[in-house]
């Protein structure tokens, strides 16, 4: 009876794995996304046959990592080929193949649902139940100037190191363009051993962040050794009402931080919020704005011994040596008209672009340089030291826009 219950177990245990497998032949017809089916192409629906045009294809599996695999190019033609998951995050950037030519690469992307237990659930806001982040199926997008895939393999990943990251409209997977944020660029850098689980969203505070039972969701999800990073002052620094205020409320939430994080087996790291272009009258240097946001997140990674990346001082460097006029390139300033259904000018001297994102995501990885942190020896081998004293130039860089398009401006200054 025991032996009986033994092989009954395995075997579902092979079943279960074998499902959380798939492997799909791209070169010949795929359907369109159902949840019946649970695979397909998905939110803009089956490419027109022989078209080298952007597409997403989505795969439902529960919640965790999962390790992807894609094989780029195409028989008969050249091709460029850019790969994003979830909410537009960035795992591979444009791919260059000539014809008959492909090449392979891993990343694991991380599926998440605002599920945590039959009592508990991310209390998420009503914008965010329409983002990929928040579903139940984990959705690639590929983009750029003439995608060509023949072979994406999705199978379970439970050995990948997590990096949790924690934050606010700075942080987040920007859902729709042209907002962009640091944590959904950063997973590009990284090869297969290392999975970014990106938990922040607009408007919150470190209080509200917990208050919402986001940690909650990251503790359901890490192992011990995962990292959680936490960026937090933009918001916080605007709470009213008793005990508000960077060295009590503030400091408290990120001392709660590094209590559960720590007694969970996890590596805690604090990032210092980003500057807001907000330049004195002179137009050469940026205005402090985060009062002593900053100052009480170091003190406390003092008192407690928690790394901190410098992402306060890295970005103003960056402003200033951008300019007045150049800096504002790297944020959502554009023109009327840019974009579908833009019948105003977009100046948002806080939300960063597809650009300013990306260079941001380069000064969190020189900032876990700086600290030393274990994972940099994870860095994929097209990664180059950045100064945000020589920035990439804006005039070069190149975004290929998702199909989802925003106006609003997300929550949060």
Not at 250 to 277: C, E, N, S, Y
Request: proline share 5%.
């Amino acid at each position: 009876m025991r032996k009986s219950s033994l092989v009954i177990i395995l075997l579902l245990w092979i079943t279960t794995v074998a499902a959380q497998t798939f492997d799909f032949d791209m070169t010949k017809s795929q359907p369109a996304y159902t949840d019946a089916l649970g695979y397909g192409y998905d939110v803009n629906g089956v490419p027109v046959k022989g078209a080298m045009t952007p597409f997403y294809f989505s795969v439902k599996v529960p919640d965790g990592n999962y390790k992807v695999t894609v094989t780029l190019g195409h028989k008969k033609k050249p091709a460029q080929t850019v790969v994003r998951g979830e909410s537009r995050r960035l795992f591979i950037d444009k791919v260059i193949t000539k014809k008959g030519c492909f090449e392979t690469f891993s990343f694991v992307v991380n599926k998440r649902s605002p599920y945590i237990n039959e009592k508990m659930s991310v209390r998420i806001k009503d914008r965010e139940k329409e983002y990929l982040n928040w579903d139940d199926r984990l959705t690639l997008e590929f983009n750029g100037p003439a995608p060509a895939v023949s072979r994406i393999r999705i199978e379970r990943d439970t050995t990948a190191t997590t990096l949790f990251l924690c934050g606010n409209s700075t942080v987040v997977d920007q859902n729709e363009e042209p907002w962009a944020s640091w944590g959904q660029m950063i997973p590009c850098w990284f090869d297969d051993s290392i999975c970014i689980s990106n938990h922040a969203e607009s408007g919150l505070t470190a209080t509200s962040f917990l208050a919402q039972n986001r940690l909650e969701k990251i503790l359901s999800m890490m192992k011990s050794g995962d990292y959680v990073f936490c960026e937090f002052g933009h918001n916080d620094q605007k709470e009213k009402g008793p005990g508000s205020g960077a060295y009590y409320n503030f400091a408290f939430a990120l001392k709660r931080f590094v209590d559960i994080v720590q007694q969970k087996g996890g590596h805690l790291v604090f990032v210092t919020p980003t500057q807001r272009r907000q330049f004195d009258e002179s137009g050469t240097h940026i205005r402090e704005t985060h009062g002593d946001y900053p100052d009480a997140m170091r003190e406390v990674a003092r008192r407690e011994g928690i790394p901190v990346i410098e992402l306060h001082d890295m970005t103003r460097t960056f402003f200033e040596t951008l300019g007045f006029e150049n800096s504002k390139r790297a944020l959502v300033h554009y023109p009327a008209n840019t974009f579908p259904g833009q019948d105003k000018a977009l100046a948002d001297n806080t939300h960063f672009n597809p650009y300013g994102a990306y260079e941001v995501a380069k000064m969190v990885v020189m900032g876990m340089k700086a600290t030393d942190l274990p994972v940099i020896s994870h860095l994929r081998a097209n990664w180059q030291d950045f100064s945000p004293a020589h920035p990439d130039y804006f005039e070069t860089y190149e975004w290929y826009p998702s199909v989802v398009f925003e106006t609003l401006k997300p929550d949060g200054n």
